[in-house]
């Protein structure tokens, strides 16, 4: 059991009298469910591949094979996780606070199968393939094929191109909507709480930096140390498992 923190009460009594919150989370929030973050060293998936092989259109022009193998290959690891008690407590928040916006970078589900709703996915789903041509929802054959290797990626059945994962890659942009309703949020909001981000991927990088700028608090749930710098910043730092079921 965790003891409490003077930032663990400071956090909670924000949280109380919070109208409007943002939770913010990354790949960190998943990392207790097993998903493998892109960032942390050994484990992170940018440690162990190129993304520049694998996370961008050439690259799926290039060997369609390889990529659309690698995402099966991912997408078949998540339907064997679960979510942890950090996506249940941000689901429990989410029922609790009067206005709150749950926007995430994952591409997990996990949020959603722990009962969050509305979610806001600036990165896409790997759950929502669609046609590289014509852009058309594909669906998607479970369990996927693929059992860690190649696999050629199957045809749209409306106009025979190539499916692809329904994630975003370098150099694509965000998905409009979502990106401008995450943006007003932050703008908007009393409390931002960045869970399991490195935030250093933009544009989604700029919401805490946009929320202090409109004069909220911004409290990170990191086991690194994140900035903290600004006055209006908190660290809690551990793991988003252990700590947020501390604040609801
Ligand atoms: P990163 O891998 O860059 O960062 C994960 C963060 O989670 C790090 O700061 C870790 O310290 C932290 N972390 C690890 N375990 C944690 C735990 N149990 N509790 C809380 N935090 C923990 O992942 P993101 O910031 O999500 O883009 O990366 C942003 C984007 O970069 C991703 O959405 C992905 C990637 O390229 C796309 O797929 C488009």
């Not at 799926?60 to 690698?70: A, K, M, S």
Request: hydrophobic fraction near 45%; proline fraction near 9%.
């Amino acid at each position: 059991m965790m003891t409490e923190s003077p930032e663990i009460q400071q956090v909670r009594t924000l949280l109380e009298q919070a109208q409007r919150v943002v939770v913010f989370t990354g790949a960190g929030v998943s990392a207790e469910s097993g998903v493998p973050t892109f960032r942390d060293a050994l484990t992170g998936l940018w440690a162990r591949y190129d993304a520049m092989q694998l996370a961008t259109p050439e690259a799926f022009l290039r060997d369609p094979e390889l990529v659309w193998g690698w995402y099966e290959w991912r997408r078949k690891l998540l339907l064997e996780v679960k979510p942890n008690p950090a996506h249940r407590a941000i689901a429990r928040m989410q029922a609790q606070v009067p206005q709150l916006t749950l926007i995430t970078q994952n591409v997990d589900d996990l949020h959603e199968q722990a009962g969050s709703q509305p979610v806001i996915h600036l990165h896409g789903s790997l759950f929502a393939a669609r046609c590289f041509e014509c852009a058309r929802p594909c669906e998607l054959a479970d369990p996927p094929a693929a059992e860690g290797g190649r696999c050629p990626p199957p045809s749209c059945s409306h106009c025979g191109g190539r499916v692809r994962p329904g994630v975003v890659w370098f150099g694509e942009p965000l998905p409009e909507q979502a990106l401008a309703t995450a943006f007003a949020a932050a703008q908007d909001c009393d409390l931002l709480l960045a869970v399991g981000t490195s935030g250093v991927v933009q544009p989604a990088a700029q919401l805490p930096g946009l929320a202090l700028a409109a004069g909220a608090t911004v409290v990170h749930v990191n086991p690194d140390a994140m900035s903290g710098r600004h006055p209006n910043e908190v660290c809690l730092k551990g793991q988003a498992g252990q700590l947020l079921p501390l604040l609801v």
